[in-house]
């Protein structure tokens, strides 16, 4: 269930901006959202020092 709390929050963020009528920034924040999430999953993973 903790896994879900930036999830959630950011729901709540973009519905509260959306009935705020600050729809392009609730967009702007959905998909910084979305970027964050597509880099977190493709970005290359770190190695450490190499054998020696």
């Known amino acids: 269930m903790r896994g879900f ?5 950011v729901l709540a963020l973009v519905t509260v901006l959306s009935a705020l009528r600050l729809r392009p ?3 702007a924040v ?3 959202w979305l970027a964050w999430c597509v880099w ?4 290359p993973t770190r190695r450490g020092p190499g054998p020696s």
Do not use: D, E, K
Not at 40 to 43: D, E, G, H, K, S
């Open 5 to 9: 709390g930036p999830w959630l929050a």
């Open 25 to 27: 920034l609730a967009l």
């Open 30 to 32: 959905s998909v910084a």
């Open 40 to 43: 977190t999953w493709v970005r």
